[in-house]
């Protein structure tokens, strides 16, 4: 696995949150993978994204896409605490899923990465079987592994097994694993405030990215080092009732 996890290379071209940029960078996290018999990340936005779908195409057509779902009533809570945690969020769930049901019209472009903020449009972002459709149909349906994060939940090591599968990876007989990504705050406000800042400055982010290409990185882990000791678990509140109901809605069309 590459280190940044989700270096979101293959993103559009103007997406600020990519961390790399550049093709000789990308293939620098992946230098430690020499003589493993895959290598892969994690960047869960491609499955959005219609650059990154035809980007890795044309970089790896033989590529193998491994896509995890949830069911849209612990998809779009989490997906919001997500971006509530890392600033980019300020409206509890009701009145952001309001405002952005509103907007659902902007799902016609031409692909969701011309929307502004379309990380936060939650009513197209969990409908998972559209862009997953889309997936199939560039790299084919034998080439794309959909897996379910209930089922994960249930039995891990099972889940795990056919990815193994899937990728011609052997079994290694792992049967402990780490649960990582769970429900999260902030031990302090303004550590969480000094992150935000130091993550909106395109200088700095311009600059690093300079360094870690010159030193052929893909993370210094500084960032992320500060962001986990400033974490404290934390139960996530429950899904309002309007929303799950126009969660099924919206499911039923």
């Not at 559009?12 to 961390?19: F, G, L």
């Not at 509530?84 to 952001?96: K, M, P, T």
């Not at 031409?110 to 449009?121: S, V």
């Not at 030193?215 to 934390?234: C, D, E």
Request: proline share 4%; charged share 30%.
């Amino acid at each position: 696995m590459s280190r940044p996890k989700e270096p979101l290379y293959f993103l559009h071209e103007n997406d600020k949150q990519r961390k790399i940029i550049h093709e000789d960078h990308y293939l620098s996290i992946f230098t430690s993978a020499r003589g493993c018999a895959v290598v892969g990340e994690a960047s869960v936005w491609y499955l959005y994204s219609r650059h990154a779908r035809e980007r890795i195409k044309a970089f790896s057509p033989g590529a193998r896409i491994i896509i995890m779902t949830r069911h849209p009533y612990g998809f779009v809570p989490s997906l919001h605490a997500q971006m509530v945690f890392s600033g980019r969020e300020e409206e509890n769930l009701s009145e952001a899923w309001r405002r952005e049901r509103e907007r659902l019209g902007i799902a016609e472009l031409p692909t969701i990465e011309y929307a502004e903020n379309w990380r936060r449009m939650y009513p197209v972002l969990m409908q998972h079987d559209h862009f997953i459709a889309e997936y199939k149909n560039t790299f084919g349906a034998e080439n794309v592994l959909v897996l379910r994060q209930e089922d994960m939940v249930k039995d891990v090591a099972t889940t795990y097994r056919r990815a193994l599968a899937f990728l011609g990876v052997p079994d290694d007989g792992r049967e402990q694993f780490e649960v990582i990504n769970a429900s999260k705050g902030h031990r302090n406000e303004f550590v969480r405030r000094l992150l935000h800042w130091t993550s909106r400055q395109q200088w700095l982010i311009d600059s690093l990215r300079a360094v870690k290409r010159r030193l052929g990185i893909g993370s210094f882990g500084a960032y992320a080092l500060v962001a986990r000791l400033n974490l404290r678990r934390q139960t996530r509140p429950a899904l309002p009732t309007a929303v799950r109901r126009d969660i099924d809605r919206l499911s039923q069309t």
